[in-house]
């Protein structure tokens, strides 16, 4: 990680952990937002209006925070208005790296970067924590807008409008307090409680993040009688939900030992996952080599690096999209 603008640490897995091993997340650093007239938005300062071409997404397809990203730039239609730099899946002894994997791009495209956390020095010399993606930069005043998945597809909703018109709104206002009640739950349980499980560093705190995971697939199982979480809307919330489905039975269920079910064996949330894949663009955003790859390269976890062949369902699933 990096500490005053310095990389310190040989990178690792488990960021932080509390006394009884529970994984803790970092709290994201940067937190400016886009706008319409480039006004300040709810947290950081203005400046940073929206523009076609100005803004350049880092993601690796691996992570579900970055997807978050993807899936929202898709529905809203931003493919042209803000380009996207893919990371290379396997994380390095300094974090993200630039290249070198077939679906990755070769190079950073902006200042040939070996790493991410090259950007984030170049934003803040004096920054510290951990290089994570997504990363949204701003080519204009070079520096990192924001790196908090949560705010990104926030702004994503309704900064681009003038230039991408859409009739889709992910964060609808009458949904708003419904929106904010139920994300929580699935980030702590279900978006975070499989990460809580996989880098436990003890038995209870395992024990512990893997009931919540299943709790939370229980209650979104009971949940689902319509087609989305909110029943015919689809929102913010089932794109946050659908990037932990997706990776689950093909990695959360085996290297972050969430083995006590698969989403397969769920049927509306099996068909829910498959509803989503299937809007449009969607599909795009899912590499599950990258998915694998990343996954089952986390040296802390899987020593040799070997990554299991399955499972048949989900190739299967994908390849029918
Ligand atoms: N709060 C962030 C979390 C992002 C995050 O933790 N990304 C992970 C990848 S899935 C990362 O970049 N980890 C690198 C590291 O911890 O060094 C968000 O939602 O955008």
């Avoid at 990363?135 to 309704?158: Q, Y």
């Avoid at 039975?249 to 949330?269: E, S």
Wanted: glycine fraction near 8%; hydrophobic fraction near 40%.
């Amino acid at each position: 990680m990096l500490v005053d603008g310095q990389w310190t640490k040989t990178w690792t897995p488990v960021q932080k952990a509390d006394k009884k091993g529970r994984f803790v997340r970092q709290v994201s650093s940067f937190r400016n937002w886009i706008t319409s007239d480039g006004s300040a938005g709810p947290t950081g300062t203005g400046g940073f209006k929206a523009e076609a071409g100005r803004y350049l997404l880092y993601v690796a397809y691996i992570c579900p925070w970055a997807s978050r990203t993807l899936m929202a730039r898709a529905f809203k239609g931003l493919e042209d208005i803000i380009p996207v730099t893919v990371l290379n899946p396997t994380l390095t002894d300094q974090g993200w790296i630039f290249g070198g994997y077939p679906g990755a791009n070769d190079s950073d495209p902006l200042y040939g970067a070996t790493y991410i956390h090259e950007l984030y020095t170049r934003a803040d010399p004096h920054v510290s924590g951990r290089a994570t993606v997504p990363v949204l930069w701003d080519t204009k005043t070079e520096t990192i807008v924001n790196n908090e998945s949560a705010d990104i597809i926030r702004m994503f909703d309704t900064a681009f409008e003038h230039l991408a018109p859409s009739d889709i709104r992910l964060y609808p206002e009458d949904f708003a307090g419904e929106i904010d009640a139920l994300n929580p739950l699935i980030y702590d349980k279900l978006n975070n409680g499989v990460y809580k499980a996989g880098f436990a560093s003890s038995q209870e705190a395992y024990d512990e993040a893997v009931d919540g995971v299943f709790e939370m697939l229980e209650t979104l199982e009971d949940r689902l009688t319509g087609d989305f979480l909110f029943g015919a809307r689809f929102t913010e919330t089932d794109i946050r939900t659908f990037v932990t489905l997706i990776r689950f039975d093909a990695a959360y269920h085996g290297i972050f030992k969430c083995n006590r079910k698969q989403i397969a064996d769920y049927p509306r949330l099996s068909a829910y996952m498959d509803r989503i894949l299937r809007l449009p663009g969607i599909r795009t955003t899912v590499n599950m080599d990258h998915i694998t790859r990343g996954y089952y390269s986390i040296k802390a976890l899987n020593p040799t690096g070997i990554r299991p062949t399955g499972p048949a369902h989900i190739e299967t699933l994908l390849a029918s999209v």
